[in-house]
């Protein structure tokens, strides 16, 4: 998936999307996305950057969730985002950045296609 197509999928056609599975691709464009939209309105003033950041908001948790899907894991995991630094960090290593389980799994038919 590429830059477009990830910002396209996360933020019109998946905008409080829970359910499915969300490739590595799309997760992390779409966080690439938001760090530099938030640090270019954060340049311009910290209330644009607040408003920005309280939009993506439900994508960026249903974009993590749908994440998790795609490794089998529930999306209750992303809880450990409430633990300060260590929460997180488990989240990017335990779980974001490791490919999605192949073929289909109980949050659906795999999105990536024939690998």
């Known amino acids: 998936m590429d830059f477009t197509t990830a910002i396209k999928t996360v933020l019109i056609e998946n905008y409080i999307n829970f359910q499915g599975r969300a490739q590595r691709s799309e997760f992390w464009w779409f966080a690439l996305f938001a760090l530099v939209v938030?640090?270019?309105?954060?340049a311009l003033g910290d209330?644009?950057?607040g408003l920005f950041a309280l939009a993506i908001l439900l994508p960026a948790i249903g974009?993590?969730?749908?994440r998790l899907h795609d490794?089998?894991?529930t999306g209750w995991w992303y809880l450990l985002v409430l633990i300060p630094v260590l929460g997180p960090l488990i989240l990017i290593f335990a779980f974001f950045i490791h490919r999605g389980t192949r073929g289909e799994n109980r949050f659906g038919p795999d999105p990536h296609g024939a690998r």
Do not use: K
């Open 38 to 42: 938030s640090l270019l309105l954060g």
């Open 47 to 49: 209330v644009l950057a």
């Open 63 to 66: 974009v993590a969730v749908r």
């Open 71 to 73: 490794v089998d894991r």
